[in-house]
């Protein structure tokens, strides 16, 4: 249920993922069958893989603290995910971001408290 990693960069307490999302994965089957868009879950699942896999190993989910959906996201999009960790915090903040031709476009935002 993981998009596709198209770049992965690690420096210090920061992970920034390149993901490719295609129109066939599970998360786009029907949420809104007209006008396919990816879950808000979706995107929380992916922070809490990646976040824990690359910066966070061992912690847990608590709570969420402050999230923002401000854009859809549509099948075949390009998303940009920066992960940031703060040890004395124990918070993972995150923001993903449409990429185009045009640039990028802030999708959501947030921060997760681990244990």
Known sequence: MLP????RQLQDKR????????????WFQGHFPVLPVLPGVAQI???MHY?????APGKQFVAIEN???QQPVAPDS?????????????RLSFHYSLL??????RASSGKIQLC
């Open 4 to 7: 596709i990693e198209r770049s």
């Open 15 to 26: 992970a920034t993922l390149t993901l490719y999302l295609a129109a066939d994965l599970f």
């Open 45 to 47: 699942d992916w922070v």
């Open 51 to 55: 976040g824990v896999l690359l910066l």
């Open 67 to 69: 999230i923002k959906f």
């Open 78 to 90: 390009l998303l940009q995910l920066t992960l940031d960790w703060d040890d004395i915090k124990s």
């Open 100 to 105: 185009h031709d045009g640039g990028e476009t």
